[in-house]
């Protein structure tokens, strides 16, 4: 069960996470305050941004990778793919049922 990790600028973090779970390509998304310090242009920049932890399926993460990039203001956004090897049954049954398009809860 992969787990994608984003960041995003805040105005455009909570955007994106509702996205993701209205389209159900993630179960759900938390959004944690962060700030990050990386080199772009040659410069050093530090800036406020949001970590999305988007929990989905193998199945869907490719669609959800390309429902980021649409919706992400930055032309290279980081996007990372974890994979969970223990995942307690109970939360990967409710998120296995919260992506499928049939699920109504």
Do not use: Q
């Amino acid at each position: 069960m992969p787990t994608a990790f984003v960041t995003a600028p805040r105005d455009a973090a909570t955007d994106i996470a509702r996205t993701l779970v209205d389209d159900r390509l993630a179960a759900c998304v938390n959004l944690v305050d962060c700030t990050s310090v990386y080199r772009w242009d040659g410069a050093v920049h530090e800036d406020d941004e949001v970590i999305l932890l988007a929990k989905t399926t193998d199945d869907r993460y490719g669609t959800l990778v390309d429902r980021v990039e649409e919706r992400h203001p930055y032309d290279v956004p980081c996007i990372e793919r974890f994979d969970e090897d223990d995942v307690l049954d109970r939360f990967r049954d409710w998120r296995e049922g919260a992506v499928e398009s049939d699920e109504t809860a």
